[in-house]
């Protein structure tokens, strides 16, 4: 896995930009409803799933995903790539639920990550201790 990861992050670094998926588009996401639309509609909104998982109650779940990574600038500039080189990141998922064919839930997210390399990564993190199994605040 970790050799995985090195090689995804030299490509990255090379070609400057990698994405996996397809954007996906917020505005027809919206008008997936809740107990009204059909596996079919969503195909035809959406597009074919990136992933679909059959579950053994006989309810179908649908994956679009969206990653793109963008190489900093800095990265290309020699010597200033020790200490401020990283990457970019944005992310997407929909995951669509359905139930006799007809949408059950959906769930949407989005985010994105500024990753370091090089001395700006710095060291570790200081995290407070936790009295209960919640992550901390």
């Known amino acids: 896995m970790k050799n995985i990861l090195c090689l995804l992050t030299v490509i990255i670094v090379i070609t400057g ?30 597009g074919s799933p990136d992933q679909m998982t059959q579950m053994g109650n006989g309810t179908v779940m649908f994956q679009y995903v969206y990653v793109r990574a963008s190489a900093k600038a800095s990265n290309f500039v020699p010597v200033v790539n020790m200490f401020a080189g990283g990457m970019d990141m944005q992310n997407e998922s929909v995951m669509v639920t359905f139930t006799n064919d007809v949408v059950s839930q959906i769930v949407s997210t989005s985010g994105g990550n500024e990753i370091n390399s090089g001395v700006a990564a710095g060291g570790s993190a200081d995290l407070p201790a936790t009295t209960s199994n919640k992550r901390p605040r």
Not at 17 to 45: F, P, S
């Open 17 to 46: 930009c990698a994405t996996v998926g397809r954007k996906i588009d917020q505005a027809k996401v919206a008008q997936i409803k809740q107990g009204q639309t059909t596996r079919a509609q969503v195909v035809q909104l959406i």
